[in-house]
């Protein structure tokens, strides 16, 4: 089992759309959480941190399960700048490392 | 501010050569950490530096090696280059290892091709 497992997508949504990214983790130990957007041949850029409670920034809604073991990220009113892959992104302290998923690919269309 | 700065940006290396990639943290981050991304797939983690001392280190064989410096720049080293070693290889600085709060911010990369 991996790590770290996201649906690679693609999800081609129309503008305006709601879309949701699920995530799961198999590292019950793992302290910090986040979603990362990549474009093609970029680097990783920090979309949001995630924390339990659940928090928002703009159109976009991340929430933390812990029992679970699950991690979700919310886009409401998908703009075609949305487009680009969204990695899940774990980070577990025993090996001070940050475990990525294979991320998932958005495409946003008119 | 200047960002997290990656040198060189491109690379071309022969099998069995050996390459080194630099990085430049964000001012006052301590942390670093080197990644290598294969095409389709996410990052992999290969080690973490703090306070120049090794954190962290990933599933990579030992022709792999890095090293901090005083100012927290950081090196990565690649002995015995394979066809496999092609990647993006990714550099990030965080003020801290855990990254609560900040995240890790990433470089642009060395895009590292072996022929």
């Known amino acids: 089992r991996k790590e770290v497992e996201q649906d690679p997508g693609p999800f081609n949504v129309p503008e305006g759309a709601t879309v949701a990214f699920n995530c799961t983790y198999s590292?019950?130990?793992?302290?910090?959480f986040f979603w990362y957007r990549q474009d093609c041949r970029k680097e990783p850029k920090l979309l949001m941190s995630?924390?339990?409670s659940g928090n928002e920034d703009g159109r976009f809604t991340a929430q933390l399960n812990r029992a679970s073991q699950y991690i979700s990220l919310l886009i409401r009113d998908s703009k075609l700048s949305d487009s680009a892959t969204y990695l899940c992104?774990?980070?577990?302290?025993?090996?001070?490392?940050?475990?990525f998923g294979t991320g998932t690919q958005l495409k946003v269309e008119l | 501010d200047a960002g997290v700065t990656q040198s060189p940006t491109h690379l071309i290396k022969t099998r069995g050569q050996q390459v080194t990639l630099r990085c430049s943290p964000i001012?006052?981050?301590?942390?670093v950490s080197w990644y290598q991304q294969v095409l389709g797939q996410g990052p992999q983690f290969i080690f973490q530096?703090?306070?120049?001392?090794?954190?962290g280190r990933g599933n990579f064989p030992d022709r792999f090696s890095a090293r901090q410096f005083p100012n927290y720049s950081s090196e990565l080293n690649v002995n015995a280059l394979l066809l496999g070693d092609s990647a993006l290889y990714l550099c990030?600085?965080?003020?801290?290892?855990?990254?609560?709060?900040?995240?890790?911010?990433f470089g642009s990369g060395t895009r590292l091709t072996v022929v």
């Open positions: 990030a600085s965080s003020p801290t290892p855990q990254g609560t709060g900040y995240g890790y911010t």
């Open positions: 992104v774990v980070y577990t302290g025993g090996g001070n490392k940050l475990t």
């Open positions: 995630v924390y339990s």
């Open positions: 590292n019950s130990a793992s302290q910090s």
């Open positions: 001012s006052g981050h301590k942390s």
């Open positions: 530096y703090y306070e120049k001392e090794e954190r």
